[in-house]
């Protein structure tokens, strides 16, 4: 029951904030051209949503190979670290146990 109130309250203050912020000028130009924007992509989905996937998915896989690319990038990164270490470790002659003195 207190959950349901709560959220109840966030969204009742969260319209209320709302539409206070839509008294300025500045605010109603700026929600008015979103929602033009917004109004004229609905309208391109809706006449050719074909095409819309189509280039959700051209999109999908550009972003899955250049996400590929930045991986293999960093595993070769990781690959230098790792024998630039291995390097100096081997370079670097053990250290001596040190005992505590009589």
């Excluded at 969204?11 to 904030?17: I, S």
């Excluded at 000028?25 to 609905?42: F, S």
Aim: charged share 25%; proline share 3%; hydrophobic share 45%.
């Amino acid at each position: 029951m207190a959950k349901r109130k709560l959220l109840t309250r966030i969204a009742a203050g969260a319209v209320a904030g709302g539409l206070l912020a839509l008294t300025d000028k500045e605010v109603r130009a700026y929600v008015k051209a979103k929602a033009g924007t917004a109004k004229m992509y609905a309208v391109a989905l809706m006449k050719n949503p074909v095409g819309t996937i189509g280039a959700a998915r051209l999109a999908l896989i550009e972003l899955s190979e250049k996400v590929d690319g930045q991986a293999s990038e960093v595993m070769n990164a990781l690959g230098q670290v790792q024998e630039t270490v291995e390097k100096f470790r081997s370079g670097v002659p053990e250290q001596k146990k040190l005992e505590a003195p009589e």
